[in-house]
T-cell receptor, first 115, second 114 residues
Framework: DQQVKQNSPSLSVQEGRISILNCDYTNSMFDYFLWYKKYPAEGPTFLISISSIKDKNEDGRFTVFLNKSAKHLSLHIVPSQPGDSAVYFCAASALSGGATNKLIFGTGTLLAVQP | NAGVTQTPKFRILKIGQSMTLQCTQDMNHNYMYWYRQDPGMGLKLIYYSVGAGITDKGEVPNGYNVSRSTTEDFPLRLELAAPSQTSVYFC?????????????FGPGTRLLVL
């Protein structure tokens, strides 16, 4: 049972345009969401996060939107740059359920930004 | 400050062999985690530790063992390697495991079991 889903395995966008990566979750206990970025042969690196008490969090070119009623979040990258080409993982945790910070990851979306 | 380091980077094992994947962090983090990533899949939690001497199972613990004798080190042991354990293994750490802290990941160990 995949509790965190990223239904688009890949996405290709032109440099300078907006990239929108989507993530859906099924567990209503999740209250903290993160996006990680992963380059080949490297470990994931943290990108941006959002708590369930917010519906938007922005950090430079990256914005995460959370729609709790739809159990959906999205990552917007504007403008997209070739260096953004990587696999993006959505992750969720249920912090209110205990202090272990266990993350449930989606399957990832490979973003390719074309020059 | 090296962060989270993992050794080896790559290993080929024969079925039934054993090995230990090493993980060390120099950030004095209490919480450490082991994940595996299969092709086309997300990361799945194998084991985690909330401090020296304390470990617990994650989503997919079968076939693995861990120990945590120091804050810095969190080795993952495969006793009888099976082809199903072919994967990329990532170790991660976080200061205290609360408040949605960022997990810091190592570069991974690629394991092939033949």
């Amino acid at each position: 049972d995949q509790q965190v889903k990223q239904n688009s395995p890949s996405l290709s966008v032109q440099e300078g345009r907006i990239s929108i990566l989507n993530c859906d979750y099924t567990n209503s206990m999740f209250d903290y969401f993160l996006w990680y970025k992963k380059y080949p042969a490297e470990g994931p690196t943290f990108l941006i996060s959002i708590s369930s008490i917010k519906d938007k969090n922005e950090d430079g070119r990256f914005t995460v939107f959370l729609n709790k009623s739809a159990k959906h979040l999205s990552l917007h990258i504007v403008p997209s740059q070739p260096g953004d080409s990587a696999v993006y993982f959505c992750a969720a945790s249920a912090l209110s359920g205990g202090a272990t910070n266990k993350l449930i990851f989606g399957t990832g979306t490979l973003l390719a930004v074309q020059p | 400050n090296a962060g989270v380091t993992q050794t080896p980077k790559f290993r080929i094992l024969k079925i039934g062999q054993s090995m230990t994947l090493q993980c060390t962090q120099d950030m004095n983090h209490n919480y450490m985690y082991w994940y595996r990533q299969d092709p086309g899949m997300g990361l799945k939690l194998i084991y985690y530790s909330v401090g020296a001497g304390i470990t617990d199972k994650g989503e997919v613990p079968n076939g693995y063992n861990v120990s945590r004798s120091t804050t810095e080190d969190f080795p993952l042991r495969l006793e009888l390697a099976a082809p199903s354990q072919t994967s990329v293994y990532f170790c991660a750490s976080t200061p205290s495991g609360t408040g949605g802290e960022t997990q810091y990941f190592g570069p991974g160990t690629r394991l092939l079991v033949l």
